[in-house]
């Protein structure tokens, strides 16, 4: 059933390969929102740095973040209720995209480095499971978010995500 929410932008983060998108899509679905994978915004050049299996720097970042906060900003002032699936790994990257407001919502999906590796290697993506180790490494888990185990199935997650959002 969709249980509409109105006004929120729910942030569905974590290391690559944890079902950030799988989980954000059955998400949006579920509750009447559009979908958004941040993927989908990095610069030609930050993409072809990931697929080579170097690691973005801050400042390759940096224009890739100013463009998701512009869309978060218009989001909530247009009042939209948008799930977005981003890494968002540091408190520096959460910080810049302005997720400290009531009106956003962090979902950090947490699983371990063996567990998610195996599912990056059954899939087709641009990062490269080598540069797994670069994002457990950087990873500077949220304070307040809802934390998940990857290792649960995607309908259970969303699940407890709507739950955790009832009874925010």
Same mark, same amino acid.
């Given at each position: 059933?969709?249980?509409?929410?109105?006004?929120? *932008?729910? *942030?569905?983060?974590? %290391?690559?390969?944890?079902?950030?998108?799988?989980?954000?899509?059955?998400?949006?679905?579920?509750?009447?929102?559009?979908f958004?994978?941040?993927?989908?915004?990095?610069?030609?050049?930050? *993409?072809?740095?990931?697929r080579?299996?170097t690691?973005?720097?801050?400042?390759?970042?940096?224009?890739?973040?100013?463009?998701?906060?512009t869309?978060?900003?218009?989001?909530?002032?247009?009042?939209?209720?948008? *799930?977005?699936?981003?890494s968002?790994?540091?408190e520096?990257?959460?910080?810049?995209?302005? %997720?400290?407001?009531?009106?956003?919502?962090?979902?950090?999906?947490?699983?371990?480095?063996?567990?998610?590796?195996?599912?990056?290697?059954?899939?087709?993506? +641009?990062?490269?499971?080598?540069?797994?180790?670069?994002? +457990?490494?950087?990873?500077?888990?949220?304070?307040?978010?809802?934390v998940?185990?990857?290792?649960?199935?995607?309908?259970?997650?969303?699940?407890r995500?709507?739950?955790?959002?009832?009874?925010?």
């Amino acid at each position: 059933r969709a249980h509409r929410v109105t006004r929120l *932008v729910i *942030v569905v983060m974590g %290391v690559s390969g944890s079902g950030k998108t799988t989980v954000g899509r059955a998400l949006a679905e579920r509750i009447g929102a559009r979908f958004v994978d941040a993927d989908d915004y990095h610069p030609d050049a930050n *993409v072809a740095k990931m697929r080579s299996g170097t690691p973005l720097t801050d400042e390759d970042r940096a224009p890739w973040l100013t463009t998701l906060r512009t869309m978060i900003d218009t989001w909530l002032e247009n009042e939209d209720t948008v *799930v977005l699936a981003c890494s968002a790994l540091t408190e520096r990257i959460r910080t810049a995209l302005g %997720v400290d407001r009531e009106t956003v919502r962090m979902v950090h999906l947490r699983g371990t480095q063996p567990v998610i590796e195996a599912r990056m290697c059954d899939r087709d993506h +641009f990062m490269p499971a080598t540069l797994l180790e670069s994002q +457990f490494a950087l990873l500077e888990p949220p304070e307040h978010a809802i934390v998940l185990d990857v290792q649960e199935p995607p309908e259970t997650l969303v699940t407890r995500i709507v739950r955790a959002l009832e009874n925010a």
